[in-house]
């Protein structure tokens, strides 16, 4: 076989891979057949002269298909659902001698059996779920057609064209990007995989381009607003352009589930120059801080444009950014919190918490973390790969934690499998449910190189799982679509389940379970205030009728959100003692400039107490992370002309700031000195008509501690 021929493998002739939306191979337009006569002139025949596509936003093509929205001056539909195009031609149609029909082609090496080259067949009905196009109007010389996508088709940029049949060939119409023509999913189609039935969740997970992101810890719950902009000018084809950056295969891209693994790889930089840098060490050097974000728009242009990761992000810009490419492409998705999130480094399903036998935590044996909240995706389609009920809701999770099939990526996992620990199904169920509803375990590392397990905690992972309510900007609590009641038999059992399913051998618990020490130990911290003093009240009840001495150990830490300690500020070791059925209550003081010269961006204060009851050798453990109270800014948009299609709106922005100063993108610094009132005024000229959220005004808030702290 000669070069020229193609390239070989095993003996038959092998096609290159077909990954790339972007690049093309047009088709001839002229194929001749047979013998043609001399003087054979294509147009003589009919002929293609123009074609209308009513690709305008009013147009019902972009109106039925929930596309109107979108910045883009192409046809975008959504498969399996009709749209209508118009062709005209050189005389009239006649169907007992003409043949024509449209045909759509992606890629650069099209095939109809892998559905990159499409012919459309001209049918007397519409056939549900099928392609297919079927004549509605005939005037002069214009042909209007129904046309049909197939409810599996593959999602991305078409080309187009008409080919017409003659005796010696066919004629085809050029290249013309005018009639180029986006398919997306469809969650109004009940043949599509990503099928959502209820409206509001419609519009709300898929048409919603203004989101809310929660944040914060469990006590002190904070909200971001987030810029999805799925429908901005070039947005699309920035979708689109990541999964090509992934060298995925045209032929997968119809499919929810490969679609959604492979964005949730892309989203991040880890192993394969995807779209977002994380960082978590606080430096930011030649890139713009993780909370500097509003949205995901600029980071996607900017990874289009640049073809490299854009820096930084962390969790919840994962997430957004990952939201604009789900609901971009059609596929209904949502971003959800998990406070108190698990970090399972060794897949025992277990948060081993390493102790030295005098209560300290050993950081070298300690490999799994608690975050103290972790975003990630949930994304709308069935698992036809699964067991029937395991459909709907699918976790996917775009930050770089672990390894999954040798790339940092998650998911999707059905969250009705985690729920009831059936973590046997793929993809990445035993880490997700991990984060969800692991034990915390408190293990003595003996100078004898022995491991021995003193206190578990139960309740502590998972403790909220959130997400925005439909319709709002509040916040739904769908802890109970993860996890069982904390402490019913049926979460003991999910438990048990998942443990039964492959994962590795974890540390036997039952003798703890089952053991009761009559002292119990809990610890709250006082509202802490940035700059203030604080302080760390522990508790301890003895319930028994035996006298009995504890020796308690605290350690203070200035902790990131993802549980990792940068430094410790506070480690104080004390004794009580408790006479029979008593109560006493212990306070440590942490003074402000203990904490101060150590804070960073995200920065929580985590507390870790151990006590020994030196009785009866029983552990008490207990750690809880507190997030400072700081300022808060108030936004108000003042109205200052009448309404109208494009209004102009300013934008007066309100901030108490203790000691700090007040950056605005304009560039001009406000610098206040204790607390003081700061306002400036802006405008902005929304871009289409309704309802329209506001959250691109930033505001960039640096907190510094005045000379007296």
């Known amino acids: 076989m000669s070069e020229s021929s193609g390239a070989a493998f095993g003996g038959r002739r092998a096609i290159p891979p077909n990954t790339s939306n972007a690049a093309e191979n047009d088709p001839p337009t002229v194929e001749l057949q047979g013998l043609v006569p001399r003087g054979f002139n294509p147009q003589d025949y009919l002929n293609v002269t123009n074609v209308h596509l009513f690709k305008e936003r009013w147009d019902s093509n972009k109106v039925d298909h929930h596309t109107d929205k979108y910045s883009n001056d192409k046809l975008i539909v959504r498969r399996g659902q009709s749209f209508y195009i118009q062709i005209d031609f050189n005389r009239p149609y006649d169907p007992r001698r003409d043949l024509f029909r449209v045909e759509y082609v992606i890629g650069l090496y099209p095939q109809e059996n892998k559905g990159t080259y499409i012919p459309v067949p001209l049918v007397s009905e519409l056939q549900s779920g099928k392609w297919g196009a079927k004549v509605v109007m005939r005037e002069d010389r214009s042909v209007r057609l129904s046309v049909q996508s197939s409810a599996d088709c593959i999602v991305g940029k078409f080309r187009m064209y008409v080919a017409v049949w003659t005796p010696y060939g066919v004629i085809r119409t050029s290249r013309n990007p005018e009639t180029d023509t986006y398919i997306l999913f469809n969650p109004w189609c009940e043949e599509d995989?990503?099928?959502?039935?209820?409206?509001?969740?419609?519009?709300?997970?898929?048409?919603?381009?203004?989101?809310?992101?929660?944040?914060?810890?469990?006590?002190?719950?904070?909200?971001?607003?987030?810029?999805?902009?799925?429908?901005?000018?070039?947005?699309?084809?920035?979708?689109?352009?990541?999964?090509?950056?992934?060298?995925?295969?045209?032929?997968?891209?119809?499919?929810?589930?490969?679609?959604?693994?492979?964005?949730?790889?892309?989203?991040?930089?880890?192993?394969?120059?995807?779209?977002?840098?994380?960082?978590?060490?606080?430096?930011?050097?030649?890139?713009?801080?993780?909370?500097?974000?509003?949205?995901?728009?600029?980071?996607?242009?900017?990874?289009?444009?640049?073809?490299?990761?854009?820096?930084?992000?962390?969790?919840?810009?994962?997430?957004?950014?990952?939201?604009?490419?789900?609901?971009?492409?059609?596929?209904?998705?949502?971003?959800?919190?998990?406070?108190?999130?698990?970090?399972?480094?060794?897949?025992?399903?277990?948060?081993?918490?390493?102790?030295?036998?005098?209560?300290?935590?050993?950081?070298?044996?300690?490999?799994?973390?608690?975050?103290?909240?972790?975003?990630?995706?949930?994304?709308?389609?069935?698992?036809?790969?699964?067991?029937?009920?395991?459909?709907?809701?699918?976790?996917?999770?775009?930050?770089?934690?672990?390894?999954?099939?040798?790339?940092?990526?998650?998911?999707?996992?059905?969250?009705?499998?985690?729920?009831?620990?059936?973590?046997?199904?793929?993809?990445?169920?035993?880490?997700?449910?991990?984060?969800?509803?692991?034990?915390?375990?408190?293990?003595?590392?003996?100078?004898?190189?022995?491991?021995?397990?003193?206190?578990?905690?139960?309740?502590?992972?998972?403790?909220?799982?959130?997400?925005?309510?439909?319709?709002?900007?509040?916040?739904?609590?769908?802890?109970?679509?993860?996890?069982?009641?904390?402490?019913?038999?049926?979460?003991?059992?999910?438990?048990?389940?998942?443990?039964?399913?492959?994962?590795?051998?974890?540390?036997?618990?039952?003798?703890?379970?089952?053991?009761?020490?009559?002292?119990?130990?809990?610890?709250?911290?006082?509202?802490?205030?940035?700059?203030?003093?604080?302080?760390?009240?522990?508790?301890?009840?003895?319930?028994?009728?035996?006298?009995?001495?504890?020796?308690?150990?605290?350690?203070?830490?200035?902790?990131?959100?993802?549980?990792?300690?940068?430094?410790?500020?506070?480690?104080?070791?004390?004794?009580?003692?408790?006479?029979?059925?008593s109560f006493k209550r212990e306070e440590v003081l942490i003074g402000a400039g203990e904490y101060m010269g150590q804070l960073l961006e995200q920065a929580f204060l985590h507390f870790f107490v151990t006590a020994r009851v030196n009785e009866t050798r029983d552990v008490l453990a207990k750690q809880k992370s507190i997030a400072l109270t700081v300022p808060k800014v108030v936004i108000k948009p003042l109205l200052l002309g009448p309404s109208q299609q494009h209004p102009t709106r300013g934008l007066k922005t309100q901030n108490r700031n203790e000691g700090c100063r007040l950056c605005r993108q304009s560039r001009r610094i406000y610098k206040t000195e204790g607390w003081c009132w700061g306002s400036s005024r802006g405008t902005a000229t929304p871009l289409r008509t309704g309802t329209r959220g506001c959250c691109d005004w930033g505001l960039l808030t640096t907190h510094g501690a005045p000379p007296s702290w």
């Open 193 to 581: 995989a990503v099928y959502l039935e209820n409206e509001k969740e419609r519009e709300e997970c898929v048409l919603n381009d203004i989101g809310v992101i929660f944040y914060g810890d469990f006590n002190d719950i904070k909200s971001r607003s987030w810029s999805y902009g799925q429908f901005e000018d070039s947005i699309l084809d920035a979708c689109l352009f990541v999964m090509d950056k992934a060298n995925m295969d045209l032929s997968g891209r119809g499919n929810p589930i490969k679609v959604s693994r492979v964005g949730s790889a892309m989203i991040n930089a880890k192993d394969d120059e995807g779209v977002i840098a994380g960082s978590w060490d606080n430096v930011y050097a030649y890139g713009v801080p993780p909370s500097a974000w509003t949205g995901s728009v600029d980071i996607l242009l900017e990874y289009k444009s640049s073809q490299k990761p854009v820096r930084y992000g962390q969790c919840w810009v994962f997430a957004g950014v990952f939201n604009t490419f789900l609901r971009c492409l059609g596929i209904p998705a949502r971003v959800v919190t998990n406070y108190f999130s698990a970090h399972d480094n060794d897949a025992n399903l277990q948060l081993d918490i390493f102790l030295e036998e005098d209560g300290n935590v050993n950081s070298k044996l300690t490999k799994d973390s608690v975050w103290n909240y972790h975003c990630w995706n949930e994304a709308w389609m069935t698992r036809p790969d699964l067991p029937v009920g395991f459909g709907g809701w699918q976790v996917v999770d775009s930050t770089p934690q672990e390894n999954s099939d040798g790339m940092y990526r998650c998911g999707p996992a059905s969250v009705q499998a985690i729920k009831h620990g059936h973590v046997c199904f793929q993809f990445d169920a035993p880490f997700v449910f991990a984060e969800v509803n692991s034990d915390l375990v408190y293990v003595t590392a003996k100078k004898d190189g022995t491991h021995v397990v003193e206190a578990l905690d139960t309740t502590h992972i998972g403790k909220l799982i959130v997400t925005k309510e439909i319709g709002g900007d509040g916040m739904k609590d769908i802890t109970d679509t993860y996890k069982f009641q904390e402490g019913q038999e049926e979460e003991r059992l999910a438990l048990e389940t998942a443990m039964m399913y492959g994962a590795k051998k974890a540390l036997n618990t039952e003798g703890v379970l089952k053991s009761k020490s009559d002292v119990r130990m809990n610890f709250e911290v006082e509202n802490a205030v940035l700059g203030r003093d604080l302080k760390v009240i522990i508790t301890f009840r003895n319930n028994g009728s035996a006298r009995y001495t504890v020796t308690a150990y605290l350690s203070g830490n200035i902790s990131f959100y993802t549980g990792v300690s940068k430094a410790e500020f506070k480690n104080e070791t004390f004794e009580v003692t408790l006479e029979p059925l």
